[in-house]
């Protein structure tokens, strides 16, 4: 078994009387209030008096042959999170569970975790044979077994034709496949990735997320997979689970997240383009329905807010409504606004409108689609069906449903 249980862990970095005191001087500084030991205040960071909480109350369970993905911005503790399950990390409070075993003081080296890191990590006078077959070497494998399980993975991974070279004659996406193939060559029970393809280029880092998808469907075991861009988490995870400040957010499938995000921060993190908002939007009710109101045009919200608004009798309030651009439609009616940015894309145009001081953005297919009718100064009618879009109580910013 290699599923991982993680339950109520936390992480937190001791630091010096003096750093507290430094920070609550930065803080001064900002002009904010100085806070309360037990209060955070610095961006991504809790400071308490015991250090800097980097995770806390973490709960996930993963299953054997899961591939999860842990997303979300620099410093939201994801690394973190994967340097205590590889055994990196102590663990400050809580219990890991890898299969049934009871992990939090077992070694690194006999957990039978392999981990992929950002920057390859590669011995340089190694050769790429060398490099893959080290670790079974330290185990005292035959010659034999190491000689058929590296060359099985440099298969799987199709660098058989690199064997003999040094990684400083690989490519980036090479030496990327190298390190993948260390990992699997000790056919491990969990995969752990830690931004493996951060440092390729664009058309690259495209090239990998497909070469990941189909090492996944060749062998048999679980990942877990650090990454900031959520388009990786999106194509490459079975789950998603985005984090912020050392907190889970929300854990769902790719298109749980998309379709139904719990909050604003999760709305606006994952999606590109970034989702449209339009703040301080009224939400009222007339008869027995709900509406709300952006710019000065009433919009009944759809059957899926109505049953619930009306079961839980929210009142009136104010509400953040978020919108994808790509269910934003040119119409004949609705809201108009004028054309900043106009972003040619090829199949779509990525326009940028200025709606009364707002900026909105909205991804329009071009096929059949006058560009004249698209240029920047241009008027843009456009609007959205109620039922794609989102509703969030402008307090608490989660999702109204």
Known sequence: MSSITLKNIKKIY??????VKSNKRAAKKRKVDTPEPDDGFVPNLQITDEGVVAVQDFNLEIKDKEFVVLVGPSGCGKS?????????????????????????????RDRNIAMVFQNYSLYPHMTVYENMA???????LPKEEIDKKVKEAAQILEITQILDRLPKALSGGQRQRVAI?????????????????SNLDAKLRGQMRSEIIRLRQKIDTTFVYVTHDQI???????????MKDGFIQQVGTPQEVFNHPINVFVAGFIGTPQIN???????????NDYYITIQGRDIKLDERY?????????????VIVGVRPVHIEKSNDGFTGKIEVSEMMGSEVHLHINLNGDDIVAVIPTANLDLETVSLDKDFTFNFNPSLIHVFDAETEENLI
């Not at 001791?14 to 750093?19: D, L, R, S, V, Y």
């Not at 080290?134 to 005292?140: H, P």
């Not at 193939?181 to 752990?192: N, W």
């Not at 908002?277 to 008869?287: A, D, I, N, Q, Y």
């Open 80 to 108: 973190t999170t994967l340097r205590m399950i590889a055994g990196l990390e102590e663990i400050t409070d809580g219990e890991l569970y890898i299969g049934d075993v009871y992990s939090n003081v077992i070694a690194p």
């Open 181 to 197: 193939g260390r990992a699997i060559v000790r056919q491990p029970q969990v995969i752990l990735m830690d931004e493996p393809l």
């Open 232 to 242: 990786e988490a999106m194509t490459l995870g079975d789950r998603i689970v985005v």
């Open 134 to 140: 080290f670790s079974l070497k330290l185990a005292k």
């Open 14 to 19: 001791p630091i010096t009387a003096e750093e």
């Open 306 to 318: 109505q049953k619930v608004l009306k079961e839980k009798n929210v009142p009136e309030k104010e």
């Open 277 to 287: 908002f339009f703040h301080h939007v009224p939400l009222s009710r007339k008869g």
